[in-house]
């Protein structure tokens, strides 16, 4: 019999409680956390080197207070520190010489199986975490009586958990606390220290196999109790056990893999061996050896037979339980090694049988899972042997497969996206063509990543290898060759952008190319010669030449400024030196080529407007050193071109990119500055010496007198001036003296086309643009008297223009309204910016202030031309509404006039009450502009919490006041008023907008009650028999912010309610007086009145729930304490509980307005108010049952 030991327990199972448990006879105590084994050192006593290769007794006094994890979770061991007593301590100090540690265990076992068994187990419990006890008591009941104690149970009396099961030869007693679950446990832990162990364990227990391979693992011993060990801890409902044990035995299912591998090997290696000697003739053949072969054959196989049970039990026992966990990360442990076992070990496991565990995870819901299983199917389909056994899984989750292409994790979309490529590549009759049409789809991806692995499958698949390729005789050169192959490749690309017409916008797809075809895209002189080819026979039509073009400066915006694109999300990454060479060289190589094709090509495609707007981008990407003698001359002829061009169009495109393209020749730190500008300076003087004299023509008496003709090559100047105006600062040509003339009210009523007034007002705001910027660098400083006159002849110009602009908003022309107010929107923003950056003792002469004139005009612009047509609310999806291209069209126009007149508002240029207007319809056109009034709302209250607040009540306030004006004079509601349900969902919408954290707003919503409880009141007569108020009824609306007030702050509000209201006003429940009692209630949150209003509604309102809720009622640890005049507190002295109060019930529309219509005259009176004593507001003033918050505690201030 087996002797106890008397164990000294670590603190954690120092219970008394333990007491209870009776050890039988030949149980063994063992302490996981490091204590000794009384057994061991009886056993190993006089075999001194086993025990020193075991580490029990490598330290005869070791503390049981020196447990493994306690120590690591406390602080990391060093090296060479302290000497490691324990397989755990030696795993998590991250001992190299991991193979010499295991020889000494193995050496261990040989002396003594059962207490180096003992250590293993150990082992493994301390790598979950767990700083328990264990107990191992002999098996030697019947199965029956075996099988009844295999329990799992906890012992809340105790504090400890128990857990026991059977590992033969043993049934192991594990006793461990209560908060060993708490998700702590090695394998999750974070940091670099745990992250070594996880990869240390798996080494063990890898090294661990290697080492017994030839020895100890075939005794029907050590494996039996190792894989008994595990089967059970990893069907524990305790997650540590569970996580760590399936971890173990799936590394051990792996490293078991490795040994049959070998014992395969040596099987086949005799085999053969064998058939030598079998081929020898009679004579030679040495029987006794091909007996020894033969026995050596039939031993490896058994061995392979018993490694393979091996595998299967701990496949049955582990596997097939936890590859469903509920913990992801066990999951995926299990898909990822079934893969490696595959892989491994294709005979036994890359079946059909084992595959489909792979194609059903592949629908799991967590994305590591699924990324698991698709990371371990490449590894099987980059296998060309392994292919023939995939045929059944390919035809059942193909599927699936390109489903997950679609995938909401981006990571997983990608791998299986690289996946299908390898299938792709590997045979051709599992993709269809209808496969492969969805796949190529992928190009346009908004994530870069997909795309550019969808851009390699397309290249692979259609552009590498075009169906049709022309043939080319024999001795034809192999530049030809090359500049052949390139255009098929081309054709092939535009034929499947054509075909697919999921797209206009080919530089997404040449993104998508860059990675996988950078070689053919950036082959500019195959591409230029295959647009200056003629067309007989480069056999390319006029569609596909544009497309050729797109194709070819798509390819030079990517070279030069690499994927950034709007809209397609990138992961950022540093430009390495190497990168950004290749950039330069690119460049470089551009502008050489392009200074000498590109004139050839404009003057080729100079007739379509398209074509030579995609051309004249080009420039712009020119490598700005590039100087030499040819490159100067070959600019002359580039420039020459330009100007052809521009004078021939006039279409926007062509202008603005004929304009930046000059801009960027133009500027100095290029190297042909010098010759670009007076090519520059030469056009726009023509176009300015022609807009003189046809404006001298055409001007007559104020009146406009140009025929038809004339007033055409007028539009076409202004139009060109305009767009390089737009680009370029023209202000030494003086075009604001030369065009504003077009702007004068006689020429307006004189017959001047709207055309030609909206690029007036377009290139007369231009110029004061540039004005206002040119003006802001010298204003900088301190200023003399030119450069005050400069600015006071500017502030002219400004009014000016404002003035013009606000005559013209009353123009017949919808257009010319709507470039005025762009107009003057812009200009007005941009002074005020550069108010901002001025010296602010110099710009007194440039400050120009609005006149409520303009202001009033803008915000009768906005209502008129942006709040009208169909109202789509928030409940509405616009479904019925017609959802042509014109309709998409206007709407992005109205967007954009009232992001306008937002910007005017958040710079500061209007007041902030003039956002009033525009609040009112953040319901009522919610799909519209609910974005942009939602971000005005919330610069605005960036700017100021206090005004921004006011705001909000002016606007509620107002749309009030105009129901209530409409009802009272019994006319039906017409488009600008709503209704009062819409505008409590509106007051709803705003105090949703002041987020979770109250205690950033107590001063906004202090305001909002305080100014909403005088709005109410300020008409209120207190009569003897029927106190009324005519605005009773907008405490309902003010009842939606009520939720948002912290608990003080509700008491110091409600106070404030009592100075406007008597106990026989509070006390009365007539139904007109409902709105205050509900209000009341939201406020006092105790659920009394809360209950008395909800049952005060009639029958055909809806019953609302109470509203006082005190555990759900927000409170404050240490709330400052407010004046009775609702002044917010200065300091706030603690930080608010993040639960919310309920919201205050409302009574119904029908309710309230038609109590308010019955309601008598009311006399004429003024209530006064007294003035509230700053003092601290006791817990007395409120109601003795109203239940007390203790986490609140007022500070005098």
Known sequence: MIAEPTVTSRSSVQNENLAVDTNPPGAVRHTVGGARNENREKSVRGKRRAREGSENAKRRHTKTTNGGLGRAQNSYPKRGDVEAVTLFEVVTMGRSAMQAVVDDWIEAYIADRDSALLDLVSFFIQCSGCKGLVTAEMFQSRKGDVMSKMVEELDECSGLQYKKFLAFPWILTVTWPMDMDSGEYPLTMTGPYWRRFRSEFCEFVSVLVTQCQYSVIFDSYLMDTVISLLTELSDSGVRAFRHTCTLAAMKLLSSLIGVAVSLTVSIENSQRLG??????????????????????????????????????????????????????????????????????????????????????????????????????????????????????????????????????????????????????????????????????????????????????????????????????????????????????????????????????????????????????????????????????????????????????????????????????????????????????????????????????LLTEYSGSPESAASLLKIPQYFHPDSSSAGSQQALAGLLSEMGAVVDLHTDPAVLEAAARSYLSLCGEETAWHSLARPARDTVVQCWVDRLAKLMGDALQDGNFTADEDRTGQMLSTLKKLTAFHNAQDLSGWGLYEQVSPLLSGNIQHGGLPAEVTVEALQCV???????????????????????????????????????????????????????????????????????????????????????????????????????????????????????????????????????????????????????????????????????????????????????????????????????????????????????????KELARRFSLTFGWDQTKSRESLALIHRDGIEFVFQGLVQKAERPSSPHLSYLTILSEFSSKLLRPDKKTVHSYLQRYVNEQTISNREECWLPLIQYRASLLATGTEGEDAAS?????????????????????????????????????????????????????????????????????GTVFRETLPTKLISEEQYNTNEELDVDTVEVDL
């Open 275 to 600: 058939e030598v000697e079998r081929a020898k003739t009679s004579g030679r053949r040495n029987s006794t050896r091909l007996e020894r072969i033969q026995r050596k054959v039939t031993e490896l196989q058994d061995k392979r037979v018993e490694i393979e049970n091996m595998m299967d039990a701990i496949f049955k026992g582990v596997f097939l339980k936890r590859y469903r966990d509920v913990l992801p990360d066990i999951r995926s442990v299990c898909m990822e090694e079934l893969a490696i076992w595959m892989k491994l070990y294709s005979p036994v496991f890359l079946t059909d049988s084992y595959l489909k565990y792979m194609g059903w995870m592949m629908h799991d819901k967590l994305p590591d899972v699924r990324l698991k299983c698709v990371l371990g199917l490449q590894g099987l389909y980059g296998d060309p042997v392994l292919l023939p056994k995939l045929d059944l899984f390919n035809s059942r989750f193909k599927d699936r497969l390109i489903s997950m292409t679609l995938d909401k994790d981006h990571e997983v979309a990608v791998q299986t996206l690289r996946l299908l490529t390898l299938i792709s590549q590997s045979t051709d009759d599992v993709l269809t063509a209808e496969d492969y049409k969805q796949l190529f789809q992928l190009v346009y991806s908004s994530h870069r990543p997909l795309a550019v692995t969808a851009g390699e499958l397309l290249y692979t698949r259609l552009i590498c290898c075009p169906a049709e390729t022309t043939d080319l005789g024999e001795g034809t050169s192999e530049h030809h060759i090359h500049t052949q192959l390139t255009a098929d490749r081309v054709r092939a690309l535009l034929h499947f952008y054509q075909d697919s017409g999921l797209h206009q916008h080919m530089v997404y797809l040449v993104d998508s190319l860059w990675d996988s075809a950078s070689a053919m895209l950036k082959d500019w002189p195959s591409l230029t010669s295959l647009l200056l080819q003629d067309a007989s026979t480069q056999g390319l039509c006029a569609g596909e030449q544009s497309l050729v073009i797109e194709v070819l400066v798509a390819s030079v915006r990517q070279a030069v400024e690499g994927p950034l694109l709007a809209g397609r999300s990138t992961c950022k990454r540093i430009v390495i030196a190497r990168e950004k060479k290749t950039q330069l060289d690119d460049c470089g190589r551009l502008t050489e080529h392009f200074l000498k094709f590109l004139p050839q």
């Open 765 to 983: 705001s231009f110029s004061v643009l540039w004005n206002l910027n040119t003006s802001g660098e010298n204003l900088t400083t301190r200023v003399n008297t030119d450069i005050t006159e400069k600015a006071v002849a500017q502030r002219s110009k400004l009014r000016t223009l404002c003035e013009k602009c606000l005559h013209c908003l009353s123009h017949d022309n919808q257009r010319v309204k709507e470039q005025a107010f762009l107009s003057l929107c812009d200009v007005l923003t941009a002074h005020n910016y550069q108010v901002h950056v001025w010296e602010p003792s110099s710009y007194g002469p440039l400050l120009y202030t609005p006149d409520p004139k303009l202001t009033k005009a803008l915000l009768a612009f906005i209502l008129e031309h942006v709040f009208t047509g169909p109202e789509c609310s928030s409940h509405s999806r616009g479904s019925n509404v017609e959802s042509s291209e014109g309709r998409l069209e206007e709407l992005h126009r109205r967007r954009n006039l009232l992001a306008a007149y937002c910007k005017l508002i958040v710079h500061g240029v209007l007041e902030m009450s003039m956002a009033a207007e525009v609040f009112m319809y953040y319901m009522k056109y919610y799909n519209d502009f609910g974005d942009i009034i939602k971000e005005t709302l919330s610069r605005t209250r960036q700017m100021d919490k206090i005004e921004s607040a006011r705001t909000l009540v002016l606007c509620l306030q107002q749309l009030f006041l105009r129901l209530k004006q409409e009802q009272d004079s019994g006319v039906a509601c017409s488009l600008g008023v709503q209704t009062f349900s819409s505008i």
């Open 1096 to 1164: 005060f509604v009639s029958s055909d309102s809806p019953k609302q729930p109470s509203l006082g809720d005190h555990s759900r009622s927000p409170t404050v640890r240490n709330s400052p304490t407010y004046d009775g005049d609702m002044k917010a507190p200065a300091v706030i002295c603690s930080e608010t509980k993040g639960r919310r109060s309920n919201r205050a019930s409302s009574t119904s529309t029908s309710t309230s307005t038609s109590k308010e219509e019955k309601m008598p005259g009311v006399e004429p």
